[in-house]
């Protein structure tokens, strides 16, 4: 079992950045990827950034330029900092880890950008 832990959401103007943490407990040296996925009211879940375990990572094209997915050194954060946000970044924010047979979830956090 791995448990999941965010932290850093919050109200933030257009323009303005926000830093999103991630804190895994449990089986972590079973976590092979790490990434961050959005729900806005009436949406699907989205993924927006993944890092694996060698460090390379991806984006969904809307965040590509200003937001960044990172490890910590204990590999079990991440964190993703957010600039330049924009109102359609408003949503929750939903952590995730990937083991060989199974997917965890943070219980999100909200991220409201302001016009």
Request: proline share 2%; net charge positive.
């Amino acid at each position: 079992q791995v448990q999941l832990v965010e932290s850093g959401g919050g109200l933030v103007q257009t323009g303005g950045s926000l830093r999103l943490s991630c804190a895994a407990s449990g089986l972590i040296f079973s976590i092979n990827s790490m990434a961050w996925y959005r729900q806005a009211p009436g949406k699907q879940r989205e993924l927006v950034a993944s890092i694996t375990s060698g460090g390379s990572t991806d984006y969904v094209d809307s965040v590509k330029g200003r937001f960044t997915i990172s490890r910590g050194s204990a590999k079990n954060t991440v964190t993703l900092q957010m600039n330049s946000l924009k109102p359609e970044d408003t949503a929750v924010y939903y952590c995730n880890a990937g083991t060989w047979s199974s997917n965890y979830w943070g219980q999100g956090t909200q991220v409201t950008v302001s016009s």
